[in-house]
């Protein structure tokens, strides 16, 4: 992930200062790296169906309904669709997000974080480094080079794992296959179940979720999970910040674009006018609410800055991705790959710290602003 990091905060650097970007960019409703193909360079792909067959000598970034990665990639992968299907050789770390997740005689260098409805990693899959989870249901049937932390709501566990588990989960099963170097530390209602040839060298701890409300230091177990629930929240986030994205610029393609020129032309502008918004809106709203005739305006008033802030979210990632890929020297970039690199950018902001909040304020601002401008714009010229 820190790789992943210092590419798109230098990406990031470009919006400013005029450097040149090199990176391969496939969109298409079936988007196919060949099996003779080998790609110098990183990978940006996106497509209702995506297949990678050949070598990505880069990271890989892809989104899309359908993901079937086959081929080598000698960098790391970052996922987001509907169901995603890994059995290529990944030197470096996997970040994926789904509904389904299915990695199956997949060679990982680096480490692996999955957030999904299912996940299923076979026994003929192996990971280099650690495991994080943050899903529904969990088959692990693959050895783990490092330790297995997450959320999960029924895991069984049939493999080796080379240091501790720190996991929370409604029922744990180990397998005759399991073997845990180190300690298993778990929060769960139910008592671990596990064969009769499972081993576990180190402790097994477990904790009660009732009596966790009543300790005053949370444990590094809890600590543990919380990192890994958190880190579900911001892959639910991101995913679902391009599934809605997606529908909107299939809605309102047309006015995205204008919303994103305007924040090239004003952004100064733009983050002023943002900024009064998000004063004024809430003393509106207050004013109207206890008008009590006023209280139909103030739910309406509420609701609807509620969705412009989270439009915020997919105006700005547009703007960033367009720049990007104009930054690059490419023409006529396609919207929805300019969404998608711009939540990627994004979406890394958002795990360093201070950072973070700088980026999240800003682009609260910046998008509030130019949507306020293009709602004054459209009503000016409608009452002519």
């Given at each position: ?84 299907d890994i059995s290529g050789t990944v030197r470096g ?214 969705i412009e802030i989270y439009l915020t979210r997919i ?34 902001l958002s795990r360093i710290p201070v950072i973070s ?28």
């Amino acid at each position: 992930m820190r790789k992943v990091t210092i590419l798109l905060s230098f990406l990031l650097i470009t919006l400013i200062f005029p450097l040149s970007i090199s990176a391969k960019i496939i969109r298409n409703e079936l988007a196919i790296v060949a099996s003779n193909e080998v790609i110098d360079d990183d990978l940006f792909i996106g497509g209702e169906t995506v297949l990678v067959e050949g070598t990505v000598n880069g990271d890989l970034y892809v989104a899309g309904g359908n993901i079937i990665v086959k081929g080598k990639i000698n960098g790391d992968v970052l996922a987001a669709g509907g169901m995603i299907d890994i059995s290529g050789t990944v030197r470096g770390d996997i970040r994926a997000a789904g509904g389904n997740i299915i990695i199956k005689g997949s060679q990982i260098g680096g480490g692996l974080s999955l957030v999904g409805g299912n996940i299923s990693i076979d026994n003929e899959s192996s990971i280099g480094g650690g495991l994080v989870l943050g899903s529904g249901n969990a088959n692990i049937d693959a050895s783990v080079g490092r330790g297995l932390t997450g959320g999960v709501g029924n895991l069984l566990l049939n493999s080796s794992v080379g240091k501790d588990v720190n996991i929370g989960a409604g029922t744990i099963a180990l397998g005759p296959s399991a073997k845990v170097e180190g300690d298993f530390n778990y929060t769960s209602d139910e008592e671990l179940r596990a064969d009769q040839n499972a081993r576990i060298e180190g402790k097994i701890t477990r904790t009660d979720p009732d009596t966790l409300v009543d300790q005053e230091k949370v444990s590094q177990q809890g600590k543990s999970i919380a990192k890994a629930f958190g880190e579900g929240i911001r892959w639910w986030s991101f995913l679902s910040s391009l599934v809605t994205g997606m529908v909107f610029l299939l809605l309102f393609k047309k006015q995205a674009l204008l919303l994103s020129k305007s924040i090239n032309d004003y952004f100064l502008k733009n983050l002023g006018w943002g900024l009064m918004t998000m004063v004024m809106t809430p003393i509106l709203f207050i004013i109207l609410f206890f008008s009590v005739l006023g209280i139909p305006l103030a739910v309406i008033l509420a609701v609807l800055f509620a969705i412009e802030i989270y439009l915020t979210r997919i105006v700005v990632a547009v703007f960033v991705g367009n720049k990007l890929v104009e930054l690059a020297g490419k023409k006529d970039v396609n919207i929805y790959i300019a969404l998608i690199l711009g939540l990627v950018v994004l979406f890394v902001l958002s795990r360093i710290p201070v950072i973070s909040f700088i980026t999240t304020l800003t682009v609260t601002l910046v998008g509030l602003g130019a949507i306020f401008n293009f709602k004054r714009d459209f009503l000016t010229k409608n009452r002519k």
